[in-house]
């Protein structure tokens, strides 16, 4: 891509200069619009912080298309500095954006330090967020929004299990739903975090681009932690089979096959990965936007609500049954015609999520 140019996503028009850009994660970005827009039309205003800004192109969208009253920008990497002041010019000089060239936790801890609490605060870190999941808390208002990033895929999915006990607290294994279980983790580590302050964390929606982790959070005044929604995932390798396991029952983990063969990850976050009725908001507002990709995102995310914390892929199903591979819209129907919830997940479009089990979705092949 070349940098010396002017480029434009959605309204913002901005240079690269030396500064990362990715512009396949555009759709990351338009989400965080989404839901900035939102977020204003339910307080009237907006203040946001862009923790790691990059060349500054999140900042500007926020700033032209969510009508956010003020921006803090802030890039670690003082020699991003030229690029950012140039394209934010206008902004900083009508004073709705600030930018500094700090640690983002010393601007988180500016914050706290001076009560100043924003209503959107948006992390896109490289690697492990772990850094980032007590500190951005010092920044946000009760009831803002946090908008992480996470690239640590190998560690969140299990490889190896011992350092995601090292980097989150809790054991990471792989098996076919491992990206869903590296969102609960990261949602799971941020809720305990939160309550080590007499907080919570709600998920807005959790979303696996692919490559990366995203989070949108909102913080709540109370801790959100109990028995149903926080706890383990087991998965039986011999056939195929999940779990949810709470805290009381880890001593009475087993399986009904006859050589079970179960795995434990956790503990992690088993409630809902996205909250329905501001999907339902973010669905409408993409659609008067005319952002189709981001409505039929959105529409199968919101699909994925109030099914179990796992999934099977059809290439597990086919393993296990011995049958070649089904078609996943068939597969849906035919467990929907029986009774069961199932439907499709973003996460990996060769897989279902439903409450059936293995056993009753091979029957349904």
Request: charged letters at 20%; one cysteine or more.
């Amino acid at each position: 891509m070349v940098k010396n140019i002017w480029h434009q996503e959605g309204l913002a028009k901005f240079k690269i200069d030396n500064a990362f850009y990715n512009p396949q994660s555009k759709f990351v970005r338009d989400l965080g619009v989404i839901a900035a827009i939102v977020r204003k039309q339910e307080l009237g205003s907006l203040r946001v912080i862009d923790a790691l800004g990059g060349c500054g192109v999140r900042s500007l969208r926020y700033l032209q298309e969510a009508k956010a009253d003020y921006v803090w920008l802030n890039e670690g990497n003082q020699d991003h500095s030229f690029v950012i002041q140039n394209n934010l010019a206008l902004e900083i000089n009508s004073d709705r954006c600030h930018v500094t060239h700090q640690d983002a936790h010393r601007v988180f801890f500016s914050c706290y330090t001076r009560r100043d609490y924003y209503d959107l605060v948006d992390v896109d870190c490289f690697g492990s967020a772990v850094p980032y999941l007590n500190t951005m808390l010092w920044a946000t208002k009760i009831g803002g929004l946090m908008y992480l990033t996470s690239t640590d895929g190998r560690t969140l999915t299990g490889h190896p299990p011992e350092k995601s006990v090292q980097t989150y607290g809790s054991i990471s294994r792989s098996h076919p739903a491992k990206h869903e279980q590296a969102l609960r983790l990261l949602i799971g580590a941020t809720q305990q975090q939160a309550a080590t302050q007499g907080l919570g964390i709600e998920p807005v929606f959790s979303l696996f681009t692919g490559k990366t982790y995203r989070l949108m959070m909102r913080l709540v005044s109370k801790p959100q932690i109990t028995q149903g929604n926080y706890g383990f995932l087991g998965y039986c390798h011999n056939c195929g089979n999940y779990q949810t396991i709470s805290w009381r029952k880890l001593n009475k983990i087993g399986c009904s096959c006859n050589t079970p063969n179960v795995t434990v990850s956790g503990a992690m976050w088993l409630g809902n990965l996205h909250d329905s009725q501001l999907l339902n908001r973010y669905i409408n507002l993409a659609q008067q936007l005319k952002w189709q990709k981001i409505v039929d995102l959105l529409v199968i995310m919101a699909g994925e609500i109030d099914l179990p914390p796992y999934f099977y892929t059809l290439k597990s199903i086919s393993g296990f049954s011995k049958l070649d591979l089904p078609k996943r819209s068939h597969l849906i129907r035919a467990l929907q015609k029986r009774g069961y919830k199932a439907a499709a997940t973003h996460i990996n479009p060769q897989a279902i999520k439903t409450d059936a089990t293995i056993e009753s979705i091979i029957k349904s092949v």
